[in-house]
């Protein structure tokens, strides 16, 4: 499994303090996270149109590249200066689909 993921919008989601991650099923491809409410809500008008088109991409193929998404708290100091990308694990739960 890829051991790094890349959160989108990296300053939305460290004031929320929260993310929804969809783990990646594949080597091939990066796990994703986006900023989101305790209940796993991710506020649709505030990413971009490139965030909003990966977070719909990877609702679209879980299951088949994407593992279903837990939420987490965001630990801001280990998110790198460089993109919002980290590596590490996640410890969060499984949001019912």
């Not at 990966?54 to 280990?78: E, N, T």
């Not at 998110?79 to 019912?96: D, E, M, N, Y």
């Amino acid at each position: 499994m890829a051991s790094e993921h890349c959160t989108v919008n990296a300053a939305h989601r460290t004031s929320l303090g929260r993310e929804l991650r969809f783990r990646s099923l594949s080597e091939s491809m990066q796990s994703v996270a986006f900023p989101c409410d305790a209940a796993g809500r991710v506020n649709l008008d505030a990413l971009g149109e490139h965030e909003r088109n990966v977070y719909l991409f990877a609702r679209a193929l879980m299951g088949y590249q994407y593992a279903s998404p837990v939420i987490g708290l965001v630990d801001a100091a280990r998110v790198s200066a460089s993109g919002g990308c980290r590596a590490g694990t996640f410890s969060g739960r499984q949001v019912q689909a």
